[in-house]
T-cell receptor
Framework: DVKVTQSSRYLVKRTGEKVFLECVQD?????MFWYRQDPGLGLRLIYF???????EKGDIPEGYSVSREKKERFSLILESASTNQTSMYLC??????????FGPGTRLTVT | QQQVKQSPQSLIVQKGGISIINCAYE??????FPWYQQFPGKGPALLIA?????SEKKEGRFTISFNKSAKQFSLHIMDSQPGDSATYFC???????????FGSGTQLTVLP
């Protein structure tokens, strides 16, 4: 099974704060993803990475950035958190053999 | 642009009944169609997946039916159980390891 861990299950931040969401996978996967989940909208892709130091924008990258300095770690950064970024954030990694596996998610509340 | 449309939004089924969730896609380049199951407080878990070279795939009580010409695929849960109560997402991608495009989800409730 794909094992993806996320640094926090719940996070409460204030508007304007810089927020770091950390994700680690132990499967030596090259591909990693950040999704955002909102009721009625499903999961929407924020950013993804197919290699160390590589990143590509997904469908909703505005207000977010990412960092991938090591193969196993993929960080999502909210430069200046806003209330409309209150959401569930899901990290995932993948391989052709195992498909895409998700972490448990971080529920972020921005007040 | 919603590339994967999922219905219904919610579904209530009696124990032992058949649950059916439908999805339609637009991008004909998609060649991998997984279904994910998500319980409250958990991340989505891969349930079953199909490629367009087959019309049906069955794993236990879960079956995917695929209609390439109609660009539709569906999940059938046979003998539905209360433990199947969860949110189900269909998805599509180009290749099994690439970024997934998700449907909006179906909240399934199986009554005891």
């Amino acid at each position: 099974d794909v094992k993806v861990t996320q640094s926090s299950r719940y996070l409460v931040k204030r508007t304007g704060e810089k927020v770091f969401l950390e994700c680690v996978q132990d499967m030596d996967h090259e591909n990693m993803f950040w999704y955002r989940q909102d009721p009625g909208l499903g999961l929407r892709l924020i950013y993804f990475s197919y290699d160390v130091k590589m990143k590509e924008k997904g469908d909703i990258p505005e207000g977010y950035s990412v960092s991938r300095e090591k193969k196993e770690r993929f960080s999502l950064i909210l430069e200046s958190a806003s209330t409309n970024q209150t959401s569930m954030y899901l990290c995932a990694s993948s391989s052709p053999q195992q498909g895409v596996g998700f972490g448990p998610g971080t529920r972020l509340t921005v007040t | 642009q919603q590339q994967v449309k999922q219905s219904p939004q919610s579904l209530i089924v009696q124990k032992g009944g058949i649950s059916i969730i439908n999805c339609a896609y637009e991008n004909t380049a998609f060649d991998y169609f997984p279904w994910y199951q998500q319980f409250p407080g958990k991340g989505p878990a891969l349930l079953i997946a199909i490629r367009p070279d087959v019309s049906e795939k069955k794993e236990g009580r879960f079956t995917i039916s695929f209609n390439k010409s109609a660009k539709q695929f569906s999940l059938h849960i046979m003998d539905s159980q209360p433990g199947d109560s969860a949110t189900y997402f269909c998805a599509a991608s180009i290749g099994s390891a690439r970024q997934l495009t998700f449907g909006s989800g179906t909240q399934l409730t199986v009554l005891p």
